[in-house]
């Protein structure tokens, strides 16, 4: 069993040093490897709500357009998508 961790671990750190670029080109592969991992614009649909900076700016708003009002409590920062 030891011999097959051995070999995974290894296996996993050959093909993990063979994607890794070289110092020269690190600044572009973690560009790119960033903008590779943004949230899709079907992702982000929560950037199209009406989002209101407070309770009673909600409510007005509410009254106003006679639409409803969700109220979202959260503990994290939700615009990264990761609350």
């Known amino acids: 069993m030891r011999l097959f ?3 995974a671990v290894g296996s996993l750190a050959i093909l993990f040093a063979a994607s890794m670029p070289d110092d020269k080109n690190l600044a572009e592969w973690v560009e790119k490897r960033v903008r590779g991992l943004q949230p899709s614009r079907a992702e ?3 950037d199209q709500i ?5 309770i009673l700016e909600a409510e007005r708003l509410g009254r106003n357009l006679n639409r ?3 109220l979202l409590t959260y503990d994290g920062r939700i615009e990264t998508g990761r609350c």
């Open 5 to 7: 961790q051995f070999l």
């Open 44 to 46: 982000r649909a929560i």
């Open 50 to 54: 009406g989002w209101a900076s407070g």
């Open 68 to 70: 409803p009002v969700f």
